[in-house]
């Protein structure tokens, strides 16, 4: 079995969660995917990691990362896959907003300033999130190669309407949903 197979079967097993939710965006939905199920458990996340590194293969980027919380695990998962390969891959962390003591960083780890990197989310329902990271890591002098999510929940249209590219290694239509 693939990596991607193997990532979708424990998706459908642990991530997703039927029931009446508000989503981020304010919307109600149905089913809630929890992919933080999936990026914070040992045996799901080095999956998701591969699976997005083999997703992204034709994309040049040098780190990884996204706004902070859903982002951060896919990003770790994504730098160790890398590494497991023999390829350095950094990663960082945007916080939803800045930080008003210590070094007062917006985008944590090392400086994306002048790197090419990859804008990641476990899931991406309006694209606000996502696009909220490619607007700060552009202010801090990053280029965005593309944005890379596990489950794409609608964000498509909309991301690459931004002129960004974009991979899921996953849609909706895939899931048991
Ligand atoms: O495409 P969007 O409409 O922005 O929705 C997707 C976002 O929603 C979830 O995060 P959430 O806002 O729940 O915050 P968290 O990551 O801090 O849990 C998810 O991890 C994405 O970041
Ligand atoms: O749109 C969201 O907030 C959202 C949807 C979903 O299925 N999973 C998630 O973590 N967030």
Avoid: C, W
């Avoid at 991607?4 to 939905?29: F, P, Q």
């Avoid at 859903?70 to 994504?78: E, K, Y």
């Avoid at 896959?81 to 990663?91: F, K, M, N, S, Y």
């Avoid at 990859?118 to 002098?141: F, P, Y």
Wanted: charged share 25%.
């Amino acid at each position: 079995m693939s990596d991607r197979e193997d990532l979708l079967r424990h998706i459908n097993d642990k991530a997703v969660i039927r029931g009446r939710v508000t989503l981020s965006s304010g919307r109600h939905a149905d089913y809630y995917v929890d992919l933080r199920r999936i990026t914070l458990d040992g045996e799901s996340a080095p999956l998701a990691g591969r699976a997005l590194l083999d997703a992204t293969a034709d994309l040049d980027y040098t780190a990884v990362g996204g706004l902070t919380l859903g982002a951060d695990p896919v990003a770790t998962a994504m730098m160790h896959a890398a590494a497991a390969r023999g390829r350095r891959l950094d990663a960082f962390v945007v916080r939803k907003t800045g930080k008003e003591h210590g070094l007062q960083r917006r985008i944590e780890g090392p400086n994306v300033a002048g790197q090419r990197v990859l804008a990641v989310e476990d899931t991406s329902t309006t694209g606000g999130s996502v696009l909220t990271a490619v607007d700060a890591l552009r202010e801090e002098g990053a280029t965005v190669a593309g944005v890379a999510v596990l489950v794409d929940r609608g964000a498509r249209e909309k991301i690459i309407g931004e002129g960004l590219a974009y991979h899921a290694v996953f849609e909706l239509s895939d899931l048991e949903v």
